[in-house]
């Protein structure tokens, strides 16, 4: 996936504001397992990522709540670093060998101030971001563990393939009993 198409998939960049992006945008590859983001710190770039698969996971007395996965065409951020620049709470692991493109969103900032076009593109990265937390929410308060793991796979039938039951199971909220009951009961 190149970096222009997924900066597009968010809002359309006249190419000259496109330039501008990848002129401070760098390839990077980083193996499985690697914390991309670790917490409690202040991360100081965003990824977009090319190929591979994510998790973004929080700590909770000795389990790891899975809350969100990321693949192809999706983007790496500590939303509290890059907004209040401030320590994050999450930790991304790579699930498999990532090709990623990074940013240091002090340049990305500077962007916004440069070029309207860039600042548009970042208000509707923001809006998009806050619609993908709003679902989530959502659907983990009025869905049944069941409806959820239908929709996940409508939605991304490729992580059942790609990411471990027990990653699916926790970001399901439910123990990996209970997904296997579930994936018993809809085949």
Request: charged share 30%; with cysteine.
């Amino acid at each position: 996936m190149t970096i222009d198409t997924i900066l597009n998939n968010v809002y359309t960049l006249p190419q000259a504001s496109l330039a501008k992006i990848k002129d401070n945008t760098v390839e990077v590859s980083y193996p499985k397992t690697h914390l991309i983001i670790k917490d409690n710190t202040v991360e100081h770039n965003i990824y977009f990522i090319k190929k591979g698969i994510v998790r973004a996971y929080s700590d909770f007395d000795t389990t790891e709540v899975t809350f969100w996965f990321g693949k192809e065409s999706e983007t790496i951020i500590s939303m509290r670093s890059y907004i209040e620049n401030k320590k994050g709470y999450e930790k991304i692991e790579l699930l498999e060998d990532c090709d990623l493109y990074k940013l240091e969103t002090s340049k990305l900032k500077q962007l916004f101030f440069d070029d309207i076009h860039i600042a548009n593109w970042g208000r509707k990265f923001a809006e998009q971001e806050l619609i993908k937390t709003e679902e989530r929410l959502i659907s983990r308060q009025f869905r049944t563990a069941t409806e959820r793991y239908q929709d996940l796979l409508k939605n991304n039938s490729d992580l059942i393939k790609r990411v471990q039951l027990g990653h699916i199971a926790s970001y399901l909220g439910i123990t990996q009993v209970s997904l296997s009951r579930i994936r018993a009961s809809i085949k």
